[in-house]
């Protein structure tokens, strides 16, 4: 379960398929666009990044808008 509140920072790991429910996670926060204080970062992993990254256009316009604090 996710907190209630944004108040701490957030370490989000996943590989490859597991990354499904943070992305609702990080979808829900940029539709509901709450104050972001605390870092959220993101680490997912791939086996070929140019086959495979298939969210890195929304993860990159997570971190324009300061949802995601940055991803690996």
Known sequence: HFPPTLSNPMILICAGTGIAPFRSFLQE????KPKIEQEIILFFGCRD???????????????????LSEYF
């Open 49 to 67: 990044p140019k086959k495979d990254w298939l969210f890195k256009d929304e993860m990159d316009e997570w971190v324009k808008e300061k949802i």
């Open 29 to 32: 926060l940029q539709l509901t």
